[in-house]
Nanobody
């Protein structure tokens, strides 16, 4: 059973940084892709970034390109989301998700989800 556990959320001022972690267990993940999504109150879930575990190809939403970086640590089975230059609009619950095969921005294509971590950016 795949398990994903996010951590690293919190309260930060605008312009600040946070690093989210997604610890994965239960599988050998070299055939998986992992995505980060976020959902703010009253809004739909939004794709943020994704990474192919094998090879490390990365993909970003335009809204975070240049500010957020997704990366992986194979030894720790962990995916990171480094978030810089945070804005109040980045406030949301951030969740990681995993699927076999290629990365995609479609949330419905992911089979496994973490519980989410709250990120709040104050102005």
């Amino acid at each position: 059973q795949v398990q994903l556990v996010e951590s690293g959320g919190g309260l930060v001022q605008a312009g600040g940084s946070l690093r989210l972690s997604c610890a994965a267990s239960g599988r050998t993940f070299n055939t998986y892709a992992v995505g980060w999504f976020r959902q703010a109150p009253g809004k739909e879930r939004e794709f943020i970034a994704a990474i192919r575990w094998s090879g490390g190809s990365t993909y970003y939403a335009d809204s975070v390109k240049g500010r957020f970086t997704i990366s992986r640590d194979n030894a720790k089975n962990t995916i990171y989301l480094q978030m810089n230059s945070l804005k109040p609009d980045d406030t949301a619950v951030y969740s990681c998700a995993a699927k076999v095969g290629l990365a995609t921005l479609l949330a419905g294509a992911y089979d496994y989800w973490g519980q989410g971590t709250q990120v709040t950016v104050s102005s």
